[in-house]
Nanobody
Framework: VQLQASGGGLVQPGGSLRLSCTASGSTFNYGAMGWFRQGPGKEREFVAALRRRDNGKSYSDSVKGRFTISRDSARNTVYLQMNTLKPEDTATYYC?????????????????????WGQGTLVTVSS
């Protein structure tokens, strides 16, 4: 399974971007898809996740109300719509997939719950 993230770029504060993550390869049965990010000089952190079995969604406090995760099952693609972007959102964004079909909410935030990772796409928020 390969995950391909795209959609990053340069945007002004207050602007919007939509990131995409497409899964390809052999038939892929996943429990959840997530987005993480790593800013300059920072640790990688959880951003958002979507659980497949109930479409449950989870967001970090720093993006709640501004970012929305969604999926298009027919295209094996997960999206991250990012609105009202701030300079502190500047980071490389990574998508990830978990093969844990019964993944619980508290595990959605943990990097070690995910066993497939994309290559990252850079988002820069600056005027």
């Amino acid at each position: 399974v390969q995950l391909q993230a795209s959609g990053g770029g340069l945007v002004q504060p207050g602007g919007s971007l939509r990131l995409s993550c497409t899964a390809s390869g052999s038939t892929f049965n996943y429990g959840a898809m997530g987005w993480f990010r790593q800013g300059p000089g920072k640790e990688r952190e959880f951003v958002a996740a979507l659980r497949r079995r109930d479409n449950g969604k989870s967001y970090s406090d720093s993006v709640k109300g501004r970012f929305t995760i969604s999926r298009d099952s027919a295209r094996n693609t997960v999206y991250l719509q990012m609105n009202t972007l701030k300079p502190e959102d500047t980071a490389t964004y990574y998508c990830a997939a978990s093969s844990r079909l019964g993944i619980i909410t508290s595990s959605l935030w943990a990097e070690n719950s995910y066993d497939h990772w994309g290559q990252g796409t850079l988002v820069t928020v600056s005027s």
